[in-house]
């Protein structure tokens, strides 16, 4: 199944030969022994760090809780108004299932499922590409998507893939996505990546985002025995992406509490320092909030823009 598809979800084998997913991870983990398979967060996927792309029904299955919890807090990110680009994947899919609340906003996506998200939103425009349809993500692609956002202006950029580092940046395993990928980043005065923990380290063949391209990286908590994870967050931090956490607490997921309604997690991270080139002025060491859970407050937006011009 991994061959074939590219990814498989543990709830899926697990229906297919009708056990426990019990057994089934024990069983995943000694192919992974015996090189035959890499083991991801609900699933696995072919050995190598340039694997295939799975199709969207293994990817849906796969961190699920993860995603939801990122899609909340990058949701906090676009205010009323805004005009945005959103492109391919289900944890930018998850997103658009919350922008259809965010009043007067105009959503230009080359994916079927953002746009069906957002097709019953009445305060939400939606603007689609042209391009011939990839059925494995339901995104369209080809030339007639790249020239249909030529001159397109947005403040954001709001993307996913199939890897992520600090080396390379973003990329995926489909040159057509990668391209059509590349052409909403040239539209975006800012790119933010939804990435889950499960890709962070993981390099793929198409880089679709440099990484001095990326200003914002949204994900989730990385368990405390990930260290590759957690030592790639700190490379991209150090080449002064901006950090937002979404923890695993927060989501609700396995172990975690659910946070009532309003209230925010928050904690302080390290300001990720100046790319190369640029110079900052003022010294001495600097602290930013990462919102970890629900909709920042415009107040509170406004309150941190301003010390940020001071």
Do not use: C, W
């Amino acid at each position: 199944m991994v061959r074939a598809n590219g990814a498989v979800s543990l709830r899926e084998l697990a229906r297919v030969v009708q056990t426990s997913e019990v057994t089934v991870r024990r069983d995943v983990r000694a192919l992974e022994a015996e090189g035959l398979l890499d083991r991801r967060h609900g699933g696995a996927v072919l050995p190598g760090g340039f694997t295939r792309e799975s199709g969207f029904p293994q990817k849906s299955h796969l961190a699920t809780a993860e995603k939801t919890a990122i899609a909340d807090l990058a949701a906090g990110l676009v205010e009323e108004g805004e005009a945005i680009v959103v492109g391919a994947g289900t944890t930018t899919q998850e997103l658009a299932r919350r922008l259809a609340r965010v009043p007067g906003l105009t959503v230009v996506t080359n994916s079927l499922l953002v746009a069906q998200a957002l097709a019953h939103a009445n305060r939400v425009e939606v603007v689609m590409t042209g391009g011939t349809l990839r059925g494995s993500n339901y995104a369209l692609v080809g030339s007639g998507a790249e020239q249909s956002l030529q001159g397109l202006r947005v403040s954001r950029a709001f993307l996913s893939g199939s890897g992520l580092t600090a080396e390379r940046g973003l990329s995926t395993s489909n040159m057509l996505s990668a391209s059509v990928d590349r052409a909403l980043v040239q539209a975006a005065a800012e790119v933010v990546v939804l990435a889950d923990h499960t890709k962070l380290g993981t390099d793929t063949m198409f880089q679709t985002v440099p990484t001095d391209l990326i200003t914002r990286l949204v994900t989730d908590e990385p368990p405390a025995h990930d260290d590759r994870a957690a030592t790639e967050l700190q490379a991209l931090a150090d080449q002064g992406v901006q950090i937002a956490v979404a923890g695993a607490s927060a989501s609700g997921g396995a172990g975690g509490e659910q946070l009532p309604a309003g209230r925010q997690q928050r904690r302080d991270v390290p300001l990720p320092g100046p790319r190369r080139g640029q110079v900052v002025p003022g010294s001495g060491p600097q602290l930013r909030s990462a919102t970890v859970m629900g909709d920042q407050p415009p107040a509170e937006r406004a309150r941190v823009a301003d010390l940020r011009r001071r």
